[in-house]
């Protein structure tokens, strides 16, 4: 494989897992534009692990997946009084106060960054991106994600079916937050050299898009987002100066013509022939 | 247990100079049917969110099993064993018939199930049985929000019936539906009972109320006017004046 093919890949996986924090959090109708944060701290942390206590990489990883956790439902709990662009303002906030706490926490580096990971195998990023995905997979078919998605349709009426909408939308966010914290882990020991500048406000908006493009109602619509938005760029080279316009009027085009995003239940299952009829055969599904 | 089930102690709303539901008293035994009836703007609405914890009360007292629930936050509430239905139906859009009846169980916390597919056996039977008792099996994996609206109501009544409830709170159960749909019901809602639900429910559809409840409220401009068993109230005067106008 050659540098150039490994590394669109290690991009791909990295952000997949990165637009995966974003899903789970939207799952509740929250949106997050400060999942870069997540990303810094899971990547800071995990540096900083295997590189001053030469911690394993797999242990670092969890890690930083965990405090990034934890910082998330600390910042889920107040953003939580705010709804729709109000929260995403908040997270923009937190993202970018997370970015200049970096930027002069001299300890881990400051504007200077931080280095000495040593780096893992792009096969490693894969592993991750497909547990993670496959923990969601399943995830989708459990109740629990019934009550999220509840939560996002209504959520007064979920109160009032006995839901504790509050706690499943802190939950949530602590979830997506932890997942990102995972994929920025892996960043930290792909890129073996990390600085505020890579998680910022940009990154931002590059995991909600990636979600949005990809689809918002099935796990593995980010990740084909993901894939779409390193790859996009690279295949339009042929017009030159233009690719990045070219890439943007396609990501208009698709929100014209799909807003659901490119993948929906309806799509995978047709893609993937399970439950093919399940309208006209009750019987079929998980429900024998 | 004894005593009443939901026990309403001089209830009373007031929004800003808006007396909203003044002093209403009410109980509904155990396995009791209870309906309130009244004119548009009467207040029956604003008893319902009063008692689900939507809106806090002004003043009065509202008990359930003989417990306060007064400052306690909707979810809670519900999980003491009171799930209601909506006079403008409030199903949520992205789900199927079945996922209702999957959602609307109830949980009280996270529990070990929730995390295996459609929550488990035991929640699977029950949302099955449900869509017997409630005649939803055809349209199972339709999306509950595109159904016809009597079959709306209906998934909205078996979500709340998934949930083990005991009280149900009914806005406006038949508005929607024809004649012999709401005879059907009716039939339902009574073999409900007879395994021990108790109902209170608002509703215009007056043969539905005289046929089913055993105890009328009657609200006027959130005021309670008059109460008793449905021919009482049929034949009460002021009733008459203020509501049905003409003889029912």
Redesign the interface.
Known sequence: MSAYTAGLLAEIGIGGIAALGVYVILATGQLSLGNAAFMAIGAYAAGWLTVTHDVGLTAAVLAGALLSGIVGVLVGFPALRLRGIYLAMATLGFGEMTRSFFLFFEPLGGAAGFSGMRQLQVSTIWIWLGIVLGVLVLLARSRLWLTLRAVNDDEVAANLIGLHATALKVGAFGMGAAISGISGALFAHWHLFIEPGNFGFERSTELVMAVILGGSTVAAGPVLGAGLLVLLPETLRFVADWRLAAFGALLILVLLVRRQGLLDRNLLRALTFRRRGAEARPEAAEVS | MSGPLLELRGATKRFGGITALNEVSLTVPRGGIVGVIGPNGAGKTTLFNLI?G?YDLTSGEILFEGRSVAGL???RI??LGL??T?QNI??????TVR?HL?????????RL????????AA??GRA?LAMRRFGL??H???LAATLPYGLQRKVEMA??WT?APKLLLLDEPVAGMNHDEAQDLAVLLRALRGEGLSILLIEHDMPFVMGLCDHLHVLDFGVPIAEGAPEAVRANPVVLDAYLGAPA
């Open positions: 689900t939507a936050r909707p979810h519900a999980r799930a209601r909506f409030r199903l949520f859009p992205s789900m996922e999957l959602v609307g169980q109830r949980g009280g916390g996270l199930a929730d995390l295996l597919p459609s929550g488990g929640r699977v099955e099996e055809a199972r994996d339709r979500r709340a949930a």
